[in-house]
């Protein structure tokens, strides 16, 4: 079969086959599991290299549009044409802007085009009756809490009851409640780390540690501390992932001195380099460990659910402090995130994510490795949605940040996960909402102005 694909000089040529080969999937006209034309054959009609199609093909595999089957091709993957309905329907980008769309290289965003609406929007709607009306219960509710059990079984080795699952509405939120219980906790804090757990510390009056990295992860504390806040799995905001000694080593410090460890595993599902390693929680049974998940990174950010799992021997007086407590999340996004879980929904949509992220954060390794020089190196790319990038000693976090903004490119400052010394020459690059194509460009129009 032949495909017309018709090349404009406004954007690469792998972009245009990408796009113009979703929009006939999406409209139906390449039918499901139709066989489409193999690279080589693409190539010739088009008269254009087997390395373009060959891009473009990887990124209609990596979104899920098409899939291959060896030594037999390329075929159309069959798709929920209601939830892609909308993408038909894209709004074209003026031609001609005062100033070029802004980039977004935000750190800790998702692609939210990529998210199942149309299968989010039913499940919603089935509980949206009258029997939702009632508060949920303040510990959450149980069909939630029984399907983040069974998946933090299957999913991180993690063996926990649902009784000892809480469901709160963001990170901070269950930090607080956490250190409220514990009341008069002395605290640590990885530095550089989470600058808003911090500052919950620091709004709490609690006698605050900054626990320092090495090459290994958290070092373990030196300073009388009864709780330490680490990220092993990613650390924030460097992207480390702490080795299985130093997990050993900081879990050996906790049951010593009779202290907890927070192990945030903020966005562990998406890690693309090396085996998986044991997270502590499952290292010491839950026992020294307090768990925190989320749902901001494979859902959305604006869903605000999120999960603490406790140590048995905590749960009667946890339960006890919190006997008046209401639950601030709403009773009808558990549901559905439970409905969303048991369906098997959620782990496909990880895997999906998973793939797509995967594809971008190749993408900007390279096109960093393409368009900037030996003076500046990327750190933390081993998992997560953000890299660092270390800059030459002539361009600071401000001019890089005022430099980006020149061109309509976003990017993060780091300084303010450090509360001491602070790096004058490194910065943040989200990639979990732009797209490739915005990747590239993004890219290029740093390049522009940090390589001048």
Not at 66 to 81: L, M, T, W
Not at 290 to 297: A, R, V, W
Not at 412 to 422: T, V
Request: overall charge positive.
């Amino acid at each position: 079969m032949e495909i017309q694909i018709v090349f404009t000089s406004n954007v690469p040529k792998y972009i245009e086959i990408y796009k113009q080969m979703k929009q006939l999937i999406l409209k139906q006209h390449l039918k499901t599991h139709t066989k489409i034309p193999t690279k080589r054959q693409l190539a010739q009609q088009l008269n254009i290299s087997i390395h373009t199609v060959q891009t473009a093909y990887e990124q209609l595999l990596s979104e899920g549009y098409i899939y291959a089957i060896e030594r037999k091709g390329y075929f159309v993957s069959k798709i929920d044409f209601d939830w892609h309905g909308n993408e038909v329907h894209e709004v074209e980008t003026p031609k001609k802007t005062e100033k070029p769309p802004l980039i977004n290289f935000h750190n800790g965003q998702v692609d939210a085009i990529q998210f199942p609406f149309r299968i989010w929007q039913r499940l919603y709607k089935n509980h949206l009756v009258a029997t939702s009306v009632p508060n949920a219960n303040w510990q959450g509710e149980v069909e939630l809490r029984q399907e983040i059990a069974y998946y933090l079984q299957q999913a991180r080795a993690i063996n926990c009851k649902a009784n000892q699952i809480f469901i709160f509405s963001g990170t901070q939120q269950q930090l607080q409640s956490l250190c409220t219980f514990l009341h008069g906790v002395r605290v640590g804090i990885e530095h550089p780390g989470f600058s808003r757990a911090y500052t919950l510390f620091q709004q709490l009056k609690l006698p605050t540690a900054l626990v320092p990295l090495d090459s290994e992860g958290c070092t373990v504390p030196t300073e009388p501390i009864n709780l330490l806040y680490a990220t092993p799995a990613h650390q924030y905001p460097l992207g480390q992932i702490m080795s299985i000694n130093r997990r050993l080593q900081l879990l050996q410090w906790a049951k010593s001195t009779n202290s907890y460890i927070i192990e945030d595993d903020y966005d562990s599902e998406f890690r693309y380099k090396g085996a998986p390693i044991p997270p502590l929680a499952h290292l010491d049974g839950l026992d020294r460990v307090i768990y925190f998940g989320t749902f901001s990174k494979t859902l959305l950010p604006s869903i605000r659910v999120s999960y603490m799992v406790l140590p048995t021997h905590l749960l009667s007086d946890f339960e006890a402090f919190n006997q008046l407590t209401k639950s601030t999340v709403s009773r009808i996004d558990q549901l559905v995130i439970a409905d969303f879980m048991k369906s098997g929904e959620y782990a496909k949509h990880i895997a999906k994510m998973r793939t797509l992220y995967r594809a971008k954060r190749k993408c900007l390794i390279d096109a960093i490795t393409q368009h900037f020089g030996p003076s500046f190196s990327v750190l933390g790319d081993d998992a997560g949605l953000h890299v660092v990038l270390s800059l030459p000693p002539h361009l600071t976090e401000e001019i890089a940040i005022r430099k980006a903004a020149s061109v309509g490119v976003a990017v993060d400052a780091i300084s303010q996960c450090f509360q001491l010394e602070k790096p004058k020459n490194q910065i943040l690059i989200g990639y979990g909402t732009p797209t490739i194509e915005e990747i590239q460009k993004g890219v290029q129009l740093l390049a522009s102005v940090y390589c001048d």
